[in-house]
């Protein structure tokens, strides 16, 4: 009995539908889990160039006829099933649809059904090509739950043309070779030697990715014929010939890309596509340091609690000295000097006076110096050539307040200890500490703040590095000694030591 071609077809498309649901679980440890980013845009969408979209692939398999004198029933006494052997071509359009060119070559046998060894008729017939184009569709690549799927179902229907020459025997010898029997009859008026014909392959089967470029495959197909000629016989009503080829395969994808495309799953690129959208979010929404700057605005995402930030969540930095500010114990270094880790000026020599305002940087340690780091002279030259410590009119650095206060800055502690190695280094010198404010406020106001500040420099020496009280003696200018128009210049405390 011949197979039809509606419900074979029919039995490829149920193979089809249930492709999806037949996908295995097994991952190959050496595909990459990274996925591109794909903007919806049509523009942007995933191309086929990306990846390898040519295949090859050599087959060999048996052949088994179902015509007049034979039937496809495997379990017939009188099957005979030959070697065919062939070749395809196939060009991918997308990862589940090709066009495929194929190359079939092999040769058919049967008894008459029935009869079995004492067969009252046989044939033999030599395909010499079968050369078809084919729509492929593989079904499977298309996984929810796979990232990389190694195992896809495939199916495949088309069209070609078919060469091939039929011998009829009885009993072992030949009765029509290239000729055609009709109903038991030979008709010698009718030669088929080297006979085309179209054919129509159609067939199934699974494929299994063994490493990147190398898949096999197990294939059952139908090659459907227009003629009734394929086995040489002719009965009354009978349908056209075809036959089976049952076939095991390898696949070779051509190219240099990373991926055949037919092993690509889409459902990769859209899970990655929401994952990327996900993370978005969740960095529009974020903010782990809770400075008001979403995580993925966030330049210093690990700002600490409390601290000011500019608009893309670095820390303020008022002076732009490259330390911001929570860990800057100068805050406002004059802009373009150099500063240590801390955000303290550089003070080469360590005279006290910042580099950025030294005149002098190179001062001899334990030297004098003035607001501005120059070297302040110390009297007549020695018998050994260098100058007495003792002074008159000496000048030590001076020490700023901020408006209305009295507090010394955390920033002048270097510079008050510079002063007191000066003074522990000349015990035989007495020095004048004397307050000085702005013009602000009235002169009796400013008389009292300035001693306020005299008398807090003086505290801190003695408690801090041990100068003795009876060596400092304080007094307050008021506003009656200013040095410049600018108020904060005039906010402060001066040094001089006392003849």
Not at 173 to 195: F, G, H, M, P, W
Not at 234 to 259: C, I
């Amino acid at each position: 009995m011949k197979i039809s071609l509606p419900l074979f077809i029919s039995m490829l498309l149920i193979c089809g539908s249930n492709s999806v649901l037949a996908q295995t679980e097994q991952t190959t440890s050496s595909e990459t889990t990274q996925s591109a980013k794909v903007s919806l845009k049509s523009g942007n969408m995933p191309k086929a160039g990306k990846y390898k979209t040519w295949d090859i692939a050599l087959h060999g398999g048996l052949m088994v006829p179902n015509t007049d004198l034979t039937t496809t029933d495997f379990n017939a006494p009188n099957l005979i099933t030959q070697i065919g052997y062939g070749l395809s071509v196939s060009k991918f359009l997308s990862h589940s649809f090709a066009l495929q060119a194929s190359f079939l070559r092999g040769k058919i046998k049967g008894d008459e059904e029935g009869t079995g060894s004492n067969s009252k008729y046989n044939f033999e017939t030599d395909i010499n090509y079968a050369a078809s184009l084919r729509g492929y569709f593989q079904f499977g690549n298309v996984s929810f739950l796979k990232r990389n799927p190694n195992i896809a179902f495939y199916g495949y229907l088309g069209v070609g043309i078919m060469h091939f020459s039929p011998s009829v025997f009885r009993d072992d010898s030949t009765v029509a070779r290239n000729y055609y029997v009709q109903n038991n009859l030979i008709d010698n008026s009718v030669d088929y030697t080297e006979t085309t014909e179209l054919v129509y392959p159609v067939g199934v089967g699974i494929k299994y990715r063994i490493v990147k470029p190398l898949s096999l495959h197990f294939e059952y197909a139908l090659h459907l014929s227009n003629t009734d000629k394929l086995d040489g016989w002719y009965r009354l009503l009978s349908e056209n010939d075809n036959f089976t080829y049952v076939n095991l395969g390898l696949t070779y994808h051509l190219g240099y890309k990373d991926k055949p495309i037919q092993w690509v799953n889409p459902m990769q690129t859209i899970y990655a596509d929401l994952y990327d959208m996900k993370d978005r979010v969740d960095l529009l929404s974020g903010d782990k340091d809770g400075d008001g700057v979403a995580d993925m605005f966030d330049r210093e995402p690990d700002t600490p609690e409390g601290v000011k930030v500019y608009g893309d969540g670095t820390a303020v930095d008022a002076d732009g000295d490259g330390v911001p500010d929570w860990k800057d114990v100068e805050p406002f270094s004059p802009k373009g000097s150099q500063v240590d880790a801390a955000g303290r000026e550089l003070d080469a020599d360590g005279d006290g006076i910042p580099d950025s305002r030294d005149i002098e940087p190179n001062t001899a340690k334990g030297s004098l110096v003035s607001s501005q780091g120059v070297t302040i002279p110390t009297g007549p030259a020695t018998k050994a050539g260098s100058a007495s410590i003792m002074a008159t009119n000496g000048y030590l650095p001076s020490i700023f307040f901020d408006l209305n206060s009295a507090v010394i800055s955390k920033k002048y502690d270097e510079t008050l200890a510079s002063i007191a190695l000066v003074m522990s280094s000349n015990q035989d010198l007495t020095f004048e500490i004397t307050g000085n404010c702005d013009s602000r406020a009235s002169s009796d106001y400013n008389i009292k703040l300035g001693k306020r500040r005299a008398e807090a420099v003086k505290n801190h020496l003695i408690k801090k590095y041990g100068v003795s009280a009876s060596r400092l003696d304080i007094t307050s200018l008021g506003k009656n000694d200013p040095i410049t128009q600018d108020h904060p210049m005039n906010r402060r405390v001066d040094f001089k030591v006392k003849e």
